[in-house]
């Protein structure tokens, strides 16, 4: 098929901290040195933060180098955190408030910012916007084009009006091809072409597998006597004292809101175990739940967030571009905080390739990248907390908590240990003779919600008639393997109730309802038999989330 094709200096694939980084840093340089930058951002979001869900407490380091005068501008950096707290639930209805001296270093916020990253995208799109950059949302980059010397060309957009059996509709639209001398790669962990690209080019053969979790949050509007702007709450232990790893948050943001959630580390081993379901019972602590009782719920979504840190980033440039943010693995997972590496990582790629096209570069490996990078803070950062994540998988929270204290606190996260973890998270789930079912209440409709119910708060719509972009390598798996071994897992690990196993003519039959799909990218981390395959469906499809 003969494609409509557009030529650019720069394509970046997507429009969240990192690519909207990139994109202003790239306009502020061609603007500082008088030279015309053709640059563009694709975003398979509806409009410009649509698929942006992070907690967030924000650090503005990056944001104070990429624009000193952002309150001058109107940033939404609106609520400074006021004060810290860290519990340890130890059941339902008992927590105890770790002191200031056992916290590490790395968990204290002052200085920053609960924000809705949403939000701040919006506003850096803006700000992109005024530099000349072009921003098209609702866009999705579905394949890779290469060059003849297989170094990367650019990406092709998704066709638009194609129904389920491939054929095309009335209105169908083919997708268009975008090529760059160079195109940035900032989908956001597990990104579906950064997973081919890391394939393609062997990015990872240096590093261990990269680990995931899976993070819930919603946003509640709640009494101004419980309403504390600026507090921030970290907890760890209940309820995932025995079946997982992770923790729980609730930030104070403003206009009478606050934003709850839990990180699930996608490395548990119990196959019965929900994610959504431990997110829900989690609320009811009654730490939690005074917080919550007499509000109202607003929003819900999830995401999956790439934790590994130091010792799973893989090479990060490729013939042709780079990978950056969390689709590279920049999160530092000892803040829990990842939007401000994101964005630095983004920043370094712009001024390396800005330099690469100032003597006439393009499609090469910028391996002028690496030595950027790792001269950077944001590499100092990862490296310090390389043994975080490591440390309490291996040795426990109480044990791994108290090391990495001494770490952080006392070494500087120098003490000459590798907590390596080369195990993949797919690979952590075992069978079903190991372990029981769980019983998890029913909602109360209060505190507690069904998964159907909360889908509906993110807004989340795709076109019906359209190719299931949920694609399974052997459909006989999830009922020959999946079912008898592992009681079939997607049922449960999906926080959107997107897979069932339902009863059709007699027969068991494997039910995906793609329409329920929020683009968290957890099918395609935890299956265990690593049998589905996340792709782009048809544009401005998914969540929309508002203020997340």
Sequence with gaps: MERESMDFDVVIVGAGPSGLATACRLGQLAQENDQELMICVVEKGADIGAHILSGAVFEPRAMNELFPDWKDKGAPLNTEVTGDEILFLKDQDNHTQLPGFSVPKSFHNNGNYIVSMG?????????????????????????????????????QTGDMGVAADGSEKDGYMPGMELRAKYTIFAEGSRGHLGKQLIKQFDLDKDATPQHYGLGFKEIWDVPEDVHQPGKVVHTAGWPLNNNGSGGGYLYHAEDGQVYVGLIIDLNYKNPYLNPFQEFQRFKTHSAIKSVLENGKRV????????????????????????MVGCNAGTLNFAKIKGNHTAMKSGMIAAETIFS????GQQHTDLT????????????????????????????GTTLGGAYNMLDQNYFGGKLPFKFKEWTADYKCTEKTDKHQPIDYPKPDNKITFDRLSSVFLSNTNHAEDQPC????????????????EFAEPAQRYCPAGVYEIVEEDGKEVFKINAQNCIHCKTCDIKDPS???????PEGGGGPTYPNM
């Design 530 to 536: 690593q049998n589905i395959n996340w792709v782009t």
């Design 356 to 359: 690469a096209l100032q003597q």
């Design 119 to 155: 939000n701040i995208c919006r506003w850096l799109a803006e700000q992109a916007e005024q530099l000349g950059v072009e921003i098209f949302p609702g866009f999705p980059a579905s394949e890779l084009l290469y060059n003849d010397d297989g170094s990367v060309a650019g990406i």
């Design 299 to 322: 929003s819900y979504g999830a995401r999956a967030i790439s934790k590994g840190g130091y010792y799973s980033l893989p090479k990060m440039t490729f013939p042709g571009g780079l």
């Design 469 to 484: 972009h949920l694609q399974l390598k052997d459909s006989d798996i999830p009922l020959t393997v999946n079912l008898p």
């Design 368 to 395: 002028d990248y690496k030595d950027a990078f790792e001269n950077s803070w944001v590499f100092d950062e990862l490296y310090r907390s390389r043994n975080f994540g490591g440390a309490i998988h291996k040795l």
